[in-house]
């Protein structure tokens, strides 16, 4: 023997089916602004953060963006010499392996977000000086 159907009558329904879409709703208001605010920190602020030159010598020195908690998009530096820098970006992510910047060389690097909150620099030997730029 097979039960009836459960019939509900239709003021019943209406307020089942809205109550259902409304949760539903809320999920994609959610979801949509979540989406917004990962958009928001893809995009640059435009701002251009040239630092003064800084000194390298052979004891490490750790370059933090001048505003805490705004990395940067993208950052370039330009060695002046008279000796090779090393360098690590990022120094809490990155392998441990620097990259060497010889003298008049650029190194750049772009994350394409702002994920860049540190630069580590130090020089073999002697010393180097370097101009630093940053994108926020």
Not at 64 to 76: A, I, L, M, T, Y
Not at 112 to 121: E, P, W
């Amino acid at each position: 023997m097979s039960e009836k159907p459960k019939l509900i009558r239709a003021d019943e329904a209406t307020v089942l089916l809205l109550d259902k879409m409304l949760a539903e709703m809320r999920a994609l208001a959610k979801d949509t602004k979540e989406s917004a605010e990962l958009i928001k920190q893809s995009i640059p602020e435009g701002v251009v953060e040239p630092l003064a030159i800084k000194h390298v010598t052979t004891e490490t020195m750790v370059i933090h963006p001048p505003e805490r908690g705004k990395p940067w998009f993208s950052v370039s530096v330009v060695s002046d010499g008279p000796n090779d820098c090393m360098i690590v970006v990022n120094t809490e992510k990155s392998a441990t392996t620097p990259y060497r910047l010889k003298i008049d060389e650029t190194f750049d690097v772009d994350m394409g977000s702002a994920k860049i909150v540190d630069l580590l620099c130090y020089c073999e030997t002697g010393t180097a000086d370097l101009r630093i730029r940053g994108v926020r």
